[in-house]
């Protein structure tokens, strides 16, 4: 008999994406016949309309943005440079292929059975699945059913929109369509000053345009510690991004125009302007795809949205599990993989810590980037925590002088009664890669005075996060 | 009495670069009564002619480099651009004066005297010191005898040439005079395949320099696990630096001409060639500043260059410490300043672990980066562990591919007996920052099993840490 022609499986996993994929790989290694169904492209929303293409583009506009200071760094440029959004755009896209591509050849290294179509629960430990044909024709393919011990699943998130604003991938777009793009607006106007709206502001700003950022809240990325929050409105209002907070408006009375959109827009209790760019981008968050996948078949809970599991995963329905987008929280890729490998083990009778979400690392590649893990300072106050801070301005730190990008810090709140590490928040160079350190951190419980005593590299960014932890005693040496 | 008027201290630190004031700093943060004698500038070799102002190039460099790619990241350049290195030595001076200020001023925050002149220890709690006049010139402010009740000796090092081989600070140089030159050579051989060497070596040909590269053992980075070497040697190369290994010449028949050096060189067993550029960079070490500070006078006991101490840095005359390159080991300025913390701590009395040097990160700034933390794989072996590796490419990693830099891998060495993590080695992009997480997991003794369940953010460089952990044990994901 052929690989793939048996439909009995330890593991089905219905999703490709990154929590999907990993929880397929992993379940293989660890012995178990694995199939995963996926009804687009393995990699999911980050690697085909999420972080990748992001930051492909953000990575483009940071090399233009740069060039500013060629002159400070001794570079002398003849000529003008100019954007070549384009260029951007393909560029963008070949780094996905080449990812997606990779991708491919792990599913068979990792012996897991790929099935293309659409999956849908019958009941606990069947999937039906609606195949693709040979052109990946949705449907073309017949259907077949899958019988699997355990299933996970992982079937992500979709853009979200106000009500009364719908995206009509011109005037009014989501990041789905800035990611299949390959022109620019040359004004825009931000809805959501969450990750995907800071990260479009920052690149959209560095690459010429003009940018508003609406935010509904009273901080912009508000889930943040709020002095980062303020550190970042600073910087970006400094970089002449125009940014409102508390900003009200009326979603359904956006006009589209000839030659973009308009809208009425005030700050709450203040008065309001009309606002006109050329484009108007939400970004004001995701709904799981918790719709069409058959969970009412199944004792599976879904609340407010988004399934219902334990520290393990596990929903209210034996044997299935859900992970990533679909059980809402953070709804990161990196942390949909952990709670993929976390269910995989759990199904494989591998025993392995539950997920803790305090010990996930948060990213944002906006500029200057953001990256935390742990409490923000208003959340140890709501828990009446008392706690001690040691913060490190990164115009401390001699390799951000060096590197001529100095604005942001490291913040370290440790917990006064404790001396346990509460949280750890950055913002400024390369903090998406610092933040690993105190990841590490939180999942082996590093006191502030552990993060201290760790020699840090000098020069090095990552001195930032040494000193912010001697802070927390008053000892620090370069501030 | 106006303060500094007394001449009695708990603590007397000889030396002002990165360890001596670390420890002067700490000390009065521990309540000690602080002078620290310094008699060139505080910040010493790393500041004013070390890490510092190398990096600040090194910077430079790789912003013009970097421009190469501007075509693919979407950015058109109408003109030429030409390194205007004038500027860069200019910039590279700013740096170092801009921190320069920053650290004088955290003397006085600090409450530690700072005593402007040359120290000379007489017994072993008292330190004479001639000091600096008014304008700063040595000798012309008389002497002033200072009493101790603990002293730390950091007088650091000076580079160190072959034998024979004389630096003329024009055709013939060292690091010293690369970091004062306002231009750069278009040839050069470099001497010495350390740190130090390999910087220069990549450096001057991202400038657009004709480079060779000297190294008298089998291998570039010789302290480095031999794969990185390896992958560092073959990055070189491929660039167009020449690299000769096991290289043999007589440093005494160096010959300086009109335009330039000339010498003969041949590796080791192999035909000699004559080798001719505009200078030859001495990159073989340094020494350390043993002399004329009155060991002589103490029970210090020096073996092959450097003071013999214990683990938290106690020489053997009770009550004298000594830190940093004088006592040897990785001559690292942010060892020199952890070395300086455990002496601080152990003076004042406050209990604090010894230093334990296989948790010490090493950084080298060359392109592709290297940095590392543990034991390499060929000196797991001379010890006779039984080890388990795991290797992560960055070519596997998305954001490595988005950064468009992706030569290196990380490698993670675990021991197949007990499980522990032995050693971390990185080459490749960001590496001197993402290696502080090794570091702090060296300090914590986490396993390749533990660093692997910390969630690295996505996408992000640090990933490749955690993917080569799991790979120790057959586990990873992306690979």
């Known amino acids: 008999m052929a690989v793939g022609?048996?439909?009995?499986?330890?593991l089905v996993v219905l999703g490709g994406g990154m929590g999907g994929y990993a929880a397929a790989f992993r379940g293989s290694q660890l012995g178990l016949k694995v199939a995963l169904v996926e009804a687009d492209k393995i990699g999911g929303t980050c690697l085909h309309r999420g972080c990748i293409?992001?930051?492909?583009?953000?990575?483009?506009?940071?090399?233009?943005?740069?060039?500013?200071?060629?002159?400070?760094?001794?570079?002398?440029?003849?000529?003008?440079?100019?954007?070549?959004?384009a260029q951007m755009a393909r560029r963008r896209d070949q780094v996905v292929r080449r990812m997606w591509s990779g991708l491919k050849s792990l599913v068979a290294k990792n012996h897991v059975e790929y099935v293309a179509g659409r999956g849908r629960l019958e009941g606990p430990g069947r999937v039906r699945v609606v195949l693709d044909g040979d052109d990946a024709q949705?449907?073309?393919?017949?259907?077949?059913?899958?019988?699997?011990?355990?299933?996970?699943?992982?079937?992500?998130?979709?853009?979200?929109?106000?009500?009364?604003?719908?995206?009509?991938?011109?005037?009014?777009v989501t990041s789905d369509d800035v990611l299949k793009a390959d022109r620019m607006p040359a004004s825009i106007i931000v809805v959501g000053a969450g990750a995907v709206g800071v990260e479009f502001a920052s690149m959209y700003h560095d690459l010429g345009a003009t940018v508003t950022l609406l935010e509904y809240l009273p901080a912009i990325v508000p889930l943040e510690d709020r002095d980062v929050s303020r550190e970042l409105e600073r910087s970006f209002t400094r970089r002449g991004i125009r940014v409102v907070t508390r900003a009200r408006f009326d979603p359904a009375a956006v006009?589209?125009?000839?030659?973009?959109?308009?809208?009425?827009?005030g700050p709450e209790g203040g008065e309001a302007g009309e606002?006109?760019?050329?484009?108007?981008?939400?970004?004001?968050?995701?709904?799981?795809?918790?719709?069409?996948?058959?969970?009412?078949?199944?004792?599976?809970?879904?609340?407010?949205?988004?399934?219902?599991?334990?520290?393990?995963?596990?929903?209210?329905?034996?044997?299935?599990?859900a992970i990533g987008d679909l059980v809402g929280g953070l709804m990161l890729a990196h942390t949909a993989a952990h709670e993929g490998i976390v269910a995989a083990h759990t199904i494989a009778g591998e025993p392995i810590e539950g997920i803790d979400y305090d010990a996930q690392p948060r990213a944002t590649f906006c500029h200057p980037q953001v990256a935390s893990v742990g409490l923000t300072e208003q959340e140890c106050e709501a828990r009446g925590l008392r706690t001690k801070i040691g913060v490190m301005p990164f115009q401390a730190v001699g390799k951000a002088i060096i590197g001529g990008d100095y604005e942001g810090?490291?913040?370290?709140?440790?917990?006064?009664?404790?001396?346990?590490?509460?949280?750890?928040?950055?913002?400024?160079?390369?903090?998406?890669?610092l933040i690993a350190e105190a990841s590490l951190g939180a999942l082996l419980g590093a006191t502030p005075w552990e993060i201290a005593m760790a020699t840090h590299p000098h020069p090095s960014l990552a001195e930032a996060i040494g000193e912010a932890a001697m802070a927390v005693d008053g000892r620090s040496i370069h501030i």
């Open 138 to 172: 949705p449907g073309a393919g017949g259907e077949r059913l899958l019988e699997a011990t355990d299933v996970i699943l992982a079937t992500g998130s979709r853009v979200k929109s106000l009500p009364g604003l719908v995206s009509d991938g011109q005037r009014i």
């Open 275 to 321: 606002l006109r760019a050329e484009q108007l981008l939400v970004a004001t968050g995701r709904a799981a795809n918790v719709e069409e996948i058959g969970l009412e078949t199944t004792r599976v809970e879904v609340e407010r949205g988004f399934v219902k599991v334990d520290d393990h995963l596990r929903t209210k329905e034996a044997h299935v599990y």
């Open 409 to 433: 810090f490291a913040k370290v709140i440790g917990d006064a009664e404790s001396g346990d590490t509460l949280g750890v928040h950055l913002v400024g160079p390369h903090v998406t890669d």
């Open 53 to 85: 293409p992001t930051k492909a583009l953000i990575e483009s506009a940071e090399f233009y943005a740069r060039l500013k200071k060629a002159r400070e760094f001794g570079v002398t440029l003849s000529g003008e440079a100019t954007v070549d959004y």
């Open 5 to 10: 022609s048996s439909n009995s499986f330890d």
């Open 255 to 265: 006009a589209v125009e000839d030659d973009g959109v308009c809208l009425v827009v």
